[in-house]
């Protein structure tokens, strides 16, 4: 055997890890830049519907609830999908308000 076996060896080893990190790297840069995107999103809606409520003179129990599943998921955290139910609930609630506010 040539004693050149381990350099060609190690030069496989760096050729794989080159192309899996080539590939992970943007996968995982695109996964977090989603989910904070999701998780801005999220805190946007809950801050509007906040500001929604205090602004409603109406008492609605539904968006109180939306509004306070929104908080309790946004405080658990997640992923992308969390977050999109926390701001699907948060604008609910605060469309609620705006129609009671409306009547």
């Given at each position: 055997m040539s004693p050149s076996w381990?350099?060609?060896?190690?030069?496989?080893?760096?050729l794989v890890?080159?192309?899996?990190?080539?590939?992970?790297?943007?996968?995982a840069r695109r996964r977090r830049q989603r989910r904070d995107e999701a998780?801005?999103?999220?805190?946007?809606?809950i801050e509007a519907a906040r500001?929604?409520?205090d602004a409603c003179v109406a008492t609605v129990p539904e968006a109180d609830?939306?509004?306070a599943g929104a908080e309790a998921v946004a405080a658990?955290?997640?992923g992308p999908h969390a977050a999109e139910r926390a701001e699907r609930d948060a604008r609910r609630a605060g469309s609620l308000w705006r129609e009671?506010?409306?009547?």
């Open positions: 381990p350099i060609w060896l190690a030069g496989i080893v760096v890890a080159a192309g899996v990190m080539a590939t992970f790297v943007p996968h998780w801005a999103a999220a805190r946007s809606a500001i929604r409520r609830d939306l509004l658990n955290g997640g009671a506010g409306s009547e």
